[in-house]
């Protein structure tokens, strides 16, 4: 049978021939590499007629493992120069900050994370330095990486932050989780255990929970830990993860759900999706276009 090389042939195909993907897979010769590809642009057809739904959020976690267990990626750095060049701008709006030297200053954070320098701060103070890029471009500069010294508010929540002399240990008390987060991302990259990368994810996100919480900084602590959150993903090489604006009302009703209440699952699962987001717009999507622009020039 003729081999079928575009996914849109593909999913015709199926179509027309009533076949489900085992049957596909039984008469088709196609790589697993390709077989992931099909499994995402599923995934984003389903999701853009709003009919992804899943037991227990099995489809994105399953989706994220099979993509993790593959090693056809394109390369990390070419991933985050995607996310800079379509997604930074979301990062600014979706904390309605349209300053353009803070937006120059999130550019420098994702080159910071885009490098591998971020292997000479190992460590929750990590975040300081963040911050202090975040704020780098712009005329108070100084203010960049420290700490607040009077009380604030998270926006568009009423749940209390924590007491700005009381900020310092509380950090200082994250040390232990994020140095196991590190460890426990280095063991995954060295067995390649699948099955451990939700823990992972989970793992990461309560860390961003509990930072949120406390509020560190007078301005920028949303950009700043989402930020940290992206340096743990690419540790076990997952694609940095960004907040539409479009999505903006999900996210804060998931994330005042796990600061108030302490309900977690609404905010896990935002970002199971957010990464399946991450891995089809960010890499997926730019390997399927240069397939296309390679086969016009055959």
């Known amino acids: 049978m003729k081999q079928l090389n575009e996914y849109g042939v593909i999913r015709k195909y199926m179509a027309e021939k009533e076949l489900d993907l085992l049957d596909f897979i039984a008469k088709e010769d196609i790589s697993i590499e390709k ?3 099909l499994l995402f642009v599923r995934y984003k057809e389903r999701k853009k007629a709003n009919t992804l739904y899943s037991r227990d959020d ?3 976690q399953n989706l994220i493992k099979l993509y993790y267990a593959t090693d056809g990626h394109l390369d990390f750095s070419q991933i985050v120069e995607n996310f800079k060049k379509n997604y930074i701008w979301n990062e600014n709006e979706i904390e309605d900050v349209h300053n353009k030297l803070e937006r120059q200053g999130l550019a420098v954070v994702y080159d910071y994370i885009q490098s591998n320098k971020t292997e000479k ?3 929750i103070y990590l975040l300081i330095y963040l911050h202090q890029l975040l704020y780098s471009k712009v005329p108070y500069k100084e203010h960049g ?3 607040r010294n009077a009380p604030t508010f998270i926006s568009h929540s009423d749940v209390p932050t924590s007491d700005p002399e009381s900020i310092s240990r509380e950090i200082a008390d994250l040390y232990p989780a994020y140095d196991k987060l590190i460890q426990f991302g280095d063991e995954i990259n060295k067995t390649k255990d699948v099955d451990k990368i939700i823990e992972y994810i989970d793992k990461c996100v309560e860390l961003k929970v509990k930072l949120i919480k406390i509020h560190p900084f007078p301005d920028g602590n949303g950009r700043t830990c989402r930020a940290l959150l992206n340096v ?5 090489n997952l694609p940095p993860t960004y907040v539409k604006k479009k999505e903006k009302d999900e996210y804060i009703k998931a994330m005042d759900m796990a600061i108030r209440m302490g309900e977690l699952s609404l905010i896990k699962r935002f970002y199971y999706y957010k990464i399946c987001d991450s891995i089809i717009e960010l890499d997926i999507d730019e390997r399927l276009n240069k397939e296309k622009i390679d ?4």
């Open 35 to 37: 077989l992931i590809k």
């Open 58 to 60: 099995f489809i994105p």
């Open 121 to 123: 701060i190992k460590n």
């Open 145 to 147: 990486g420290k700490f």
């Open 232 to 236: 743990l993903f690419k540790r076990i």
């Open 295 to 298: 086969k016009k020039h055959l």
